[in-house]
C-alpha cells in the first residue's frame, strides 16, 4: 500500500464514486432493454444500443472527473475534437436513445437520482402510448424493409426497383438511403399484408438485380 495512503479517509470518497456508477450502470442497462423492446425488434438501425453498457459509465466518470477542473473539461473538448466517428445514425430514433443515455449518466453524475427515475417512467410510457396507437391505427402494423444493392448497379435497376417496390408493398415510404462500402442501402417503411407472397417477391427482386447482388431484410 502507498505510503501515506489511508483506506478508511478514502472510504467517504469512493463512496461519492461507486454510487453515481452503479446508478449509471442501471441507467444503461434500462436504457439498453428499452431500446431493444421498442426498437430493435422491429427497426433497423446502425446498432448504437452495443455501445451502453460502456458508455453509460464513462460519460458518467468523465463528468466526475471534470465538474470541478475547467482545465480537464477545455483537455477533454480538445481531445474529442480531433477524434471522428465514422459510423452513420441511420434512423433518426436512435439519436433519442443516445440522449437518454447521456441524460440519465448525467443524472447519476450530479446525484439527481429521482429526477432520472421519473425521466425513465415517462419514455416508457411514451413509447408504449406510441406502440399501441400505432398498432391500431395501422391494423397488421407497419413492417419495415431493407434492400442493399452494389454501387455500380444501383443507377441501372433505381426506376424498376421503385416501380416494383410502389407496385407490391401498400403504403411504401423510403425513410433513409444511405451509401457504406460500396453499397447503397434503402430503408422503407410499408403497411402489411397477411396474404402477401414474399417469396416470389423475393425472387422478382433478385431478378431485377441479375442475380445474388442485392441483399434483403424484413421486418
Do not use: C
Not at 473538448?77 to 447521456?102: M, N, S, W, Y
Not at 403504403?171 to 399484408?193: C, H, P
Amino acid at each position: 500500500m502507498p505510503e501515506g495512503f489511508d483506506l478508511f479517509a478514502s472510504l467517504p470518497e469512493m463512496k461519492e464514486t461507486i454510487i453515481p456508477l452503479g446508478f449509471s450502470v442501471l441507467g444503461a442497462v434500462i436504457t439498453y432493454l428499452v431500446y431493444n423492446l421498442f426498437y430493435g425488434s422491429s427497426h433497423i438501425g446502425a446498432g448504437v444500443h452495443r455501445t451502453f453498457l460502456v458508455g453509460g459509465p464513462v460519460i458518467t466518470m468523465i463528468f466526475l472527473v471534470i465538474q470541478t477542473s475547467i482545465p480537464l473539461g477545455l483537455g477533454l473538448l480538445g481531445a474529442l475534437a480531433i477524434v471522428r466517428f465514422r459510423t452513420p445514425v441511420k434512423d433518426p430514433a436512435e439519436i433519442g436513445f443516445l440522449l437518454l443515455l447521456i441524460a440519465s449518466s448525467l443524472g447519476a453524475a450530479t446525484s439527481n437520482y429521482l429526477i432520472t427515475a421519473l425521466m425513465f417512467i415517462i419514455v416508457f410510457a411514451a413509447l408504449g402510448v406510441h406502440r399501441l396507437i400505432s398498432n391500431r391505427i395501422t391494423l397488421l402494423g407497419r413492417g419495415h424493409l431493407m434492400i442493399a444493392v452494389d454501387r455500380g448497379t444501383f443507377p441501372s435497376i433505381e426506376k424498376k426497383l421503385m416501380a416494383l417496390l410502389s407496385e407490391k408493398l401498400r403504403g411504401l415510404n423510403l425513410e433513409t438511403i444511405s451509401t457504406i462500402d460500396n453499397r447503397v442501402s434503402l430503408n422503407y417503411q410499408y403497411k402489411r399484408r397477411a396474404d402477401f407472397d414474399w417469396s416470389a417477391f423475393i425472387n422478382e427482386l433478385n431478378q431485377l438485380a441479375g442475380g445474388p447482388g442485392i441483399e434483403i431484410f424484413v421486418s
